[in-house]
């Protein structure tokens, strides 16, 4: 996938995640034997940065803001939903497919993980969750756990895990934008 071809949105439905551990970002431990990340970060105050920021996540920002063109089978908010997120130029970038794996759509935490698919660069799962606490702050946290899975991601070791953390930075910033209009 990649470079001259883009994948298929319809194939991939069927595709198999490639990790067992299917759902591990929504709640409890992340699972062992994989690279962590945790990460939470004051994006606003108050029911209506709340609101924006959830409809930031909803609408994939968080992944536009990185760099990286979204095409998508349904709603982040589906559980089933293909999305291919593509890094690099048009038509020779580098496509990245996942399946929303869980969502939440209601309460004071809102969000939604997905998982690998084959030809995704890492194996694994990240979520995207924003919480309204009671005290009016509005927190941003994305929760993953991947290892590097193909030959060319690898390869780049240290490099591919900057690459994932100046990702995780980007999102960030956008819900945090997003929150406060």
């Known amino acids: 996938m ?3 071809r883009a994948a298929d949105l319809t194939a991939l439905a069927a595709a198999r995640l490639t990790y067992d551990e299917i759902g ?4 409890g431990p992340l699972p062992p034997g994989y690279a962590h990340a945790d990460h939470s970060a004051v994006v606003g105050q108050g029911a209506e940065a709340f609101e924006r920021a959830v409809a930031a996540v909803f609408d994939w920002r968080a992944q536009r803001a990185a760099g990286l063109r979204v095409r998508a089978s349904g709603p982040a908010g ?3 939903t293909v999305v291919v997120l593509t890094a690099g130029l048009p038509r020779l970038g580098y496509d ?5 794996v869980w969502s939440q ?3 004071p935490e809102q969000g939604f993980g997905y998982g690998t698919l084959p030809g995704h660069p890492e194996s694994g799962e990240e979520a995207f969750v ?11 946290r994305t929760r993953v756990f991947s290892r590097l899975a193909s030959s060319l991601a690898r390869l780049g070791g240290p490099v591919s895990r900057a690459v994932q953390q100046a990702a995780l930075h980007r999102y960030v910033a956008a819900i945090r934008q997003a929150a406060r209009g």
């Not at 591990?24 to 709640?27: C, G, K, P, Q």
């Open 78 to 80: 589906e559980p089933g």
């Open 105 to 107: 759509r209601s309460g």
């Open 2 to 4: 990649g470079l001259f």
């Open 96 to 100: 990245i497919p996942c399946r929303v």
């Open 24 to 27: 591990a970002t929504r709640s």
């Open 130 to 140: 924003v919480e309204h606490r009671d005290d009016g702050v509005v927190l941003f």
